[in-house]
């Protein structure tokens, strides 16, 4: 049975890949490494490497294994599109996502590029979320390369949220998530930027899911903007039994 997420927006977690490198802005404060570096005191053995980039072979087949439909992140501890993870090992966990359509995978990279430039060689089966980390107006490009892609469903993570977003085109996006830094050095995250943001999705009905203020606003800190929260999610289309 699949371990239950404290991740607002999953339900569980698979990491075949474990490990990064900071890319853009957004990884300065990164909570994956923090914890990585703990596990890793713990003596977990998938984390021997601390957060260097890992491949996990033996955690391929585990999704199969878990027969209850669930809502799965991929990589919460690294991005599938590191330049350090090989083509044929993305290909790989495509192919257990393929024979898993009773899960729905959420991926989620910073490395757009690379993903664009890999998408047409992937099967993109319904069950496979794809999305892109934004935290500022000079990370917009990110959602342009998503739409390259051949995902169903496909989705952009303003998350950390470090600068308002003045310009950006939310066609052929089907969800936004929104969320401050967590962490004892969390950035501010202004409640204009994000008001803003929920704004843009109202007008083109995009669902829109609220995350946390994070850990720089005290009276803010918590989920609730405008007074409520914010749940909004594309529709789970689950086909039970796997392949």
Not at 19 to 32: D, E, I, M, N
Request: net charge positive; glycine share 10%.
């Amino acid at each position: 049975m699949a371990r239950r997420s404290g991740i607002e927006w999953t339900q569980t977690t698979w990491n075949p890949v474990t490990g990064c490198s900071k890319t853009s802005p957004g990884c300065l404060h990164c909570y994956a490494e923090r914890m990585a570096r703990r596990l890793q005191a713990m003596g977990q053995p998938n984390y021997a490497q601390g957060f260097q980039p890992t491949l996990h072979p033996h955690m391929l087949d585990l999704p199969l294994r878990w027969k209850t439909p669930s809502v799965i992140f991929v990589n919460s501890m690294s991005d599938l599109f590191h330049e350090q993870v090989p083509s044929g090992f993305i290909q790989e966990v495509f192919d257990r996502m393929n024979r898993s359509p009773q899960h729905t995978f959420q991926v989620l990279t910073k490395r757009s590029r690379r993903l664009r430039g890999l998408s047409p060689d992937l099967p993109w089966t319904p069950n496979i979320w794809m999305g892109v980390s934004v935290e500022s107006q000079e990370w917009v490009f990110r959602a342009d390369d998503l739409r390259g892609s051949g995902a169903a469903v496909k989705f952009i993570s303003f998350e950390p949220l470090l600068g308002p977003i003045e310009d950006i085109s939310l066609q052929g996006i089907d969800w936004v998530i929104v969320g401050g830094e967590s962490g004892p050095r969390a950035r501010p995250m202004r409640p204009e930027w994000v008001e803003q943001i929920q704004q843009i999705c109202a007008g083109v009905d995009i669902p829109f899911f609220f995350k946390q203020w994070g850990g720089w606003n005290r009276k803010k800190t918590g989920r609730l903007l405008k007074g409520r929260t914010w749940d909004g999610m594309p529709p789970i289309r689950q086909t039970v039994g796997a392949k």
